[in-house]
């Protein structure tokens, strides 16, 4: 008897990619096993509660599912024979599973197929938004209509999506044997489509927050999940790091009435200081062994913030620096912009304004309203306050971000009232580098936009 | 990211296109409705009746006036739109060129981004 629901799903949960990786590993076909894997959840999301769950719930999912594969083998052999066009039995018929239980093979092989399976998912041959949905359906096991509802989309869209990109994975002759030198390249694409699930998550205002799945929680359940399938691996516990410092200021980062609240106003006793530990202890130990990445130096800006006591504390000398190192390594003027908020607040604002001047032409920057909200707030410490309302009000007619929106307007109207002048909150947030290498800046949930 | 694709009518243009021309336009949204459903693209599409149709409410002092009309008297009213789902701005541009309206001269898409999102069944709690 298990007689608690959440638990039951919890465990679902963490066995689907387990069950799928094993089913994959064995029979190949993916698409096939993906949805035998969803038919076993769904029976088991029936029978456990009613049955208790069983003593080893990988296993049984993996007999359920592999059942489900030989049925649908036997109904496809069956409608063959009916239309007697094919004599020829299928490879797959041939495997179809025997005592399915085996399929888990040595201890240990379950656990590697989660990896495999998450780098499949990050298959160059699919676009982004296929990417986040089949790595949150094969790895993170939420349903179709739980992804639909997260990403606010019909939820025969998102069945088209996923059902679309596990056929080009299929087409592709996708498999677990990765090449070891594309292998680095797809743990980093793995890596992007984490941050953009927890991105997804950090951006949505509070209100929408309520009937939508988690994202954040769950990308950080899957990036926990990775890094202890690869713990020397410095870029995994970056991007673990940085989704805890980032996470930890949730409960400072909305006001009572909802409104966004910037880093240099939150209130920091209100930081989850268990999460910053942890993400603390991480760093030192990854920044000691691991060789640098640019997770990491967001994690460390992240750590930084979090070591002050107060936006007055920050040291915002040693932030620069650290965005200096992030912009040797890529390619992306949002660092730049970063870095000009970073000099401007360690060494004045004209400073600050040089930087920025460097980056304001990149094309790549066209349409974007980081750097209006960066010279805004810059000319404000300047004491040119109609300056700094007219480009905070740029910025505000220019972003994707609603509570973004409304928090630049905000700003506009109070630029220049006694008081008013603080540093820009959104410095060293998660984001600040969304896409290193490929500046998606039409797309917010590469999230530059995070304004905290 | 979900973007409005805004197809800018004219509603004389749309008067003085032939027959053929008129079913080359219903095919081409047959079209693109396939493409974009089969790549999970689709959020939706809605045409709008012709801008003669339209009235517009005010209200002033508590008071409701309705005037019949559109809101700006101009050559060019919005038809209808798509709103869809893609990976970038770029990906958005491709699916508007492959409306009918985008190759008609005198007319045009429009793209936007959009920004919020709520109702149309979309994100709501599934009932128990």
């Not at chain 1, 029978?47 to 069983?54: S, T």
């Not at chain 1, 499949?120 to 359906?137: D, E, K, V």
Request: charged share 25%; net charge negative.
């Amino acid at each position: 008897m298990t007689g608690d629901p959440r638990a039951d799903e919890d465990v679902l949960r963490r066995s689907a990619p387990q069950v799928l990786g094993a089913l994959v590993r064995r029979h190949g076909q993916f698409d096939l096993c993906e949805d035998a894997v969803q038919e076993a959840l769904l029976a088991a999301a029936i029978a456990w509660p009613e049955q208790g769950l069983p003593d080893d719930p990988v296993a049984w999912l993996v007999t359920v599912a592999g059942r489900k594969l030989t049925d649908y083998w036997r109904s496809e052999r069956a409608r063959r024979q009916r239309e007697q066009a094919v004599v020829q039995e299928s490879v797959a018929h041939q495997q179809a599973p025997g005592a399915d239980a085996d399929l888990l093979g040595p201890p240990g092989t379950a656990v590697d197929d989660t990896l495999e399976l998450l780098l499949l998912c990050a298959h160059p041959a699919l676009s982004q938004p296929s990417r986040i949905a089949l790595t949150l359906r094969a790895v993170g096991g939420l349903t179709t209509a739980e992804i639909a509802r997260a990403f606010l989309v019909p939820e025969p869209t998102m069945a088209q999506r996923i059902s679309r990109a596990k056929a080009t994975i299929s087409a592709a002759g996708a498999t677990f044997s990765l090449p070891d030198g594309d292998r680095a390249e797809r743990l980093a694409a793995a890596l992007h489509v984490l941050y953009l699930i927890f991105n997804e998550g950090y951006t949505t205002s509070a209100g929408q927050a309520l009937t939508r799945v988690d994202l954040t929680a769950e990308a950080i359940r899957l990036t926990r999940q990775l890094h202890r399938l690869l713990p020397g691996d410095g870029e995994v516990a970056g991007l673990l790091a940085l989704m805890l410092l980032t996470d930890a200021r949730r409960p400072a980062r909305t006001s009572a009435d909802g409104r966004l609240v910037p880093l240099a106003e939150q209130d920091r006793s209100r930081w989850d200081l268990d999460a910053v530990r942890e993400a603390t202890g991480l760093l030192e130990h990854t920044l000691a062994t691991a060789p640098l990445g640019a997770y990491q130096l967001q994690a460390t800006i992240a750590a930084v913030h979090a070591e002050a006591s107060s936006d007055a504390d920050t040291d915002w000398r040693q932030i620069a620096i650290l965005y200096g190192m992030l912009e040797r390594l890529s390619d992306n003027p949002i660092v730049t912009l970063n870095r000009a908020v970073a000099v401007g607040m360690a060494y004045g604002p004209k400073e600050g304004l040089e930087v920025l001047d460097s980056v304001a032409d990149d094309p790549r920057l066209r349409r974007h309203h980081r750097p209006d909200a960066v010279r805004a707030h810059l000319l404000e410490r300047l004491g040119d306050f109609a300056g700094a309302r007219e480009h905070y009000r740029r910025a505000a007619r220019a972003t994707l971000n609603l509570p973004e929106k409304r928090y630049l307007e905000e700003r506009a109207a109070r630029t220049g009232a006694v008081g008013a002048v603080g540093s820009l909150g959104w410095v060293g947030s998660v984001g600040s580098v969304g896409s290193v290498g490929s500046v998606g800046f039409a797309v917010p949930p590469d999230a530059d936009v995070t304004p905290l | 990211m979900k973007y409005l694709l805004i197809m800018q009518i004219n509603p004389s243009t749309i008067e003085a296109l032939s027959e053929a021309e008129r079913e080359e336009i219903a095919n081409g949204h047959g079209a693109l409705m396939e493409t974009i459903t089969a790549s999970g693209e689709m959020v939706g599409t809605q045409a709008l009746a012709d801008p003669s149709q339209s009235a517009v409410v005010r209200v002033r002092d508590g008071a409701r006036t309705v005037t019949d009309g559109p809101f700006l008297e101009a050559k060019e009213y919005m038809g209808g739109f798509y709103v869809v789902d893609c990976e970038s701005a770029e990906r958005a541009y491709e699916l508007a060129a492959l409306i009918p309206d985008a190759a008609i001269p005198g007319l045009g898409v429009e793209v936007r981004p959009v920004i919020f999102t709520a109702g149309f069944g979309l994100g709501e709690p599934e009932m128990p």
